[in-house]
């Protein structure tokens, strides 16, 4: 069974920095894409960043040349540098695995960006 645990989140002032690590076991395979979502109080859950198996990158529009997505495979982890973080980047960050028959799902972490 995949399991996923999201950590790194915290309370930081505008125009900071955090560092999210999504650490994953339990069988997976590094050729299937993982991403970052988001999921600010009362509104839907968005994807943030995304890396393939191959290491391709896409961004949401609002993270894009502040947010970047890396992998370590040797450590089977996925990680979310931010940087410049804004009030509105304030949500629970979840990380997600693409597997071959369904996604699984880390627990959330909160980041909360405010003065």
């Known amino acids: 069974q995949v399991q996923l645990v999201e950590s790194g989140g915290g309370l930081v002032q505008p125009g900071g920095s955090l560092r999210l690590s999504c650490v994953a076991s339990?069988?997976?395979?590094?050729?299937?894409?993982m991403e970052w979502y988001r999921q600010a109080p009362g509104k839907q859950r968005e994807l943030v960043a995304a890396v393939t198996g191959g290491g391709d990158t896409n961004y949401a529009e609002l993270v894009k040349g502040r947010f970047t997505i890396s992998t370590d495979n040797a450590k089977n982890t996925v990680y979310l540098q931010m940087n410049s973080l804004k009030p509105e980047d304030t949500a629970v960050y979840y990380c997600?695995?693409?597997?071959?028959?369904?996604?699984?799902w880390g627990q959330g972490t909160q980041v909360t960006v405010s003065s």
């Open positions: 997600k695995y693409a597997g071959f028959t369904r996604d699984y």
């Open positions: 339990g069988g997976i395979f590094r050729n299937r894409p």
